[in-house]
């Protein structure tokens, strides 16, 4: 494989989290290392700032900046949720690249971003123009396929169960078997954040808090949701409840669907902790009733994050580069699981089409029979991804996190029609 | 003043705190100084534990759980919301401390256990029987009088600010001049905890978010609000409201008056991130509005709590037992603030009276012209407060807490009628 010599750009797309900065960390801490890349630079809000040509000299940026990435929340490029629609905004993209002589694309984000990379790859191919496409997995959601898991759920998981403990603490001191507190956790289509509350019990403890786990894989059944509540406050003084968003009833529709919602005129998800608070409130006499939305805060909150984590999200971003400079293209990052008893973790590549056109459900046979708590297989799963706590600095008494300088590299196109 | 021989008790009352169980260890570690103390007991879920004489020995506890009671939130001897009621009641408790010879009362709690406390206090006076009952404040609410603040306060407006933070970090990456985020956090009739939001803001960056915060110390302006958030929009691309559940309109109605809160059968606050967000939402078209309701984990996250209030918390129990053994009673402990530059922390005495029959308000000249936003007297209070994190070990990757082992105190007396 010859060697490539050109510019690196690296972007971030989609839903933010606690460590997706970190990947971009691990790409300018690798790219670095190799003489074949000239300049680094970052597209500013994913694929909207290729397209009007908003791109940052990442090298510009102090190297107490780029360290401080590793443990700040966001996106620290900025994000988009655009999609690249017509081919002129295909066409578009490749002329930036080709102007700023572009050899390595680095894409940090979810199913659609991998997509989106993946054709932006097929279209370089089909115009003869070498670049070389690598795809990093973000999400909190954890549900990309092939890649073991994905860098951002293990901190949203390790924000939620220790959320959890703490709740915990405080019901337990509050309860004469007439509390219930519902925390309702982020997870639309796959339960895996609300699964990771479970993380929150000691082991041999299946009746510590979550007491119940309403996933969206089990369809909401008010009956024994109710009698499970009822068993838990005469056996534990309180229940404490991790409800996923898109908990759905046995019609498939989801349990979020009051008027409320409804009245804000865009059908966002996340009612379904008020949802059951009516239902609970409704059916259980003289029962207290208590909900909390950590809602974004889930996603962000780095000071809460898990290292293994973190590193991994840095690990991915240097992967991604250390393939590409071996000619790997059209490719995402995966994270593999060593086979040893000890939990490592190693780095694979899978095609980017592959990424973009599935989805990683939960594994129905990690819960348990109960349809409300996890089983081993899933602890085991788990566990391993929020060890170690990410360390914040902290000024005056609040976490401080990267500012980038963003000094812009000089534009060489005209404006973006239309 | 005759050395007074004894037994302690110790219970705690109202809504639980990050640091209400580190009073509790600062209680126990200067009892052991003292040789007057005979026993050190607890009362389980505050007066409703004295009334059915539901007593634990505090200093059979191990030395490590009592230490990690300085990081675990919740109450860890329970806490209950019951008001003596009866005479007979007031008799019952005065029956339990004689026949356990409890001669120190601690008592931790809010106005109402400070009024509590009272009571007992001069029932025991009239009796003739010898007892020494001195308050330790406690509350998020950081209402009570006399004491410059209370512990628990500072540890949740360090949560809410580091929340801010992280939040900003996902939004600032998000946002395209559409997107505005609300938090609502606690606060019924004073805005303490919000204001505690803008510690979240650098040193001179009065643009940095929370872009507004909304106090129950300012009657809700529709008009004003959607300008100011338009303005915000426009400047930053995105809006970060921090917005306390109390907040009201201009008729003097909770902004939370939404049909579904009523649904809930019981006048429970918290709605008025919804109820705003459902404002915006119809006057903002376009513009995607999000709620994060941290709700209870604001009062129980240790994980981000102030290592100053802990240490305040714990000092103002060791307070409590110095000056009963001085022969102070009927009083409880306040926090003042030093005089010199750099903060300093001591303690005094205010009567239970006193305490229990008025609450502190956020001044208003505290509070910038604007309405939204807090001026350099409140940052002068407040940033003192939150100095320094609290420090909690992990165990598998979640925060580890204190389990006491509750041994409990022989039953001397017969069951409580009724």
Same mark, same amino acid.
């Given at each position: 494989m010859a060697e490539l010599v050109g510019n690196v750009l690296v972007g971030q797309s989609g839903g933010p989290t606690s460590v997706i900065n970190a990947s971009v960390a691990g790409i300018i801490n690798e790219a670095l290392n190799h003489e074949c890349i000239e300049e680094i630079y970052g597209a500013l809000n994913g694929v909207l700032g290729i397209l009007q040509e908003d791109l940052i000299d990442l090298a510009a940026e102090s190297q107490q900046q780029i360290r401080a990435l590793r443990h700040t929340p966001g996106a620290a490029l900025g994000t988009c949720r655009y999609k690249l629609k017509s081919q002129a905004d295909f066409d578009r993209v490749l002329d930036v690249f080709k102007a700023h002589n572009i050899r390595y694309f680095f894409y940090i984000g979810g199913n659609d971003s991998q997509d989106t990379a993946d054709k932006i790859s097929k279209l370089a191919q089909q115009q003869g123009y070498e670049l070389r496409v690598i795809g990093v997995p973000k999400t !909190? $959601?954890? &549900?990309? =396929? !092939?890649? $073991?898991h994905t860098p951002g759920y293990a901190s949203a998981a390790k924000y939620v169960a220790t959320s959890v403990r703490e709740v915990a603490c405080d019901n337990e001191a509050m309860g004469q078997g007439d509390l219930v507190s519902i925390i309702e956790v982020m997870g639309r289509s796959a339960g895996w954040i609300a699964a990771g509350a479970a993380l929150a019990k000691r082991k &041999?403890? +299946?009746? $510590? +808090? =979550?007491h119940l786990i309403l996933l969206p894989e089990i369809a909401f059944n008010q009956e024994k949701v109710l009698e499970d509540v009822r068993r838990v406050l005469k056996r534990e003084k309180y229940c404490l409840i991790v409800v996923a968003e898109g908990l759905i009833d046995q019609d498939g529709?989801?349990? #979020? #669907?009051?008027a409320q919602t409804d009245a804000f005129g865009h059908a966002q998800l996340g009612g379904a902790g008020d949802a059951l608070a009516e239902i609970l409130g409704q059916n259980l006499p003289g029962v207290k009733v208590r909900v909390a939305k950590p809602g974004i805060l889930q996603r962000c909150a780095a000071h809460a994050g898990s290292k293994t984590d973190a590193d991994e999200a840095f690990l991915a971003g240097e992967a991604a580069v250390e393939a590409a400079i071996r000619g790997e293209t059209d490719k995402m990052v995966t994270l593999l699981r060593g086979d040893g008893e000890q939990y490592t973790t190693e780095t694979g590549l899978a095609p980017l089409s592959e990424v973009a056109n599935s989805v990683k459900k939960? +594994?129905?046979?990690? !819960?348990n029979e109960d349809g409300v708590s996890m089983n081993f297989q899933f602890l085991r799963y788990a566990q391993p991804l929020i060890q170690g706590e990410t360390v914040v600095p902290h000024d005056n008494g609040v976490p401080v996190f990267a500012r980038l300088e963003k000094v812009r590299v000089e534009k060489l196109l005209p404006a973006r029609e239309g």
């Open positions: !909190i $959601d954890n &549900d990309l =396929p !092939i890649t $073991d &041999d403890h +299946p009746h $510590d +808090p =979550p529709n989801y349990l #979020a #669907a009051n939960l +594994p129905r046979e990690w !819960i």
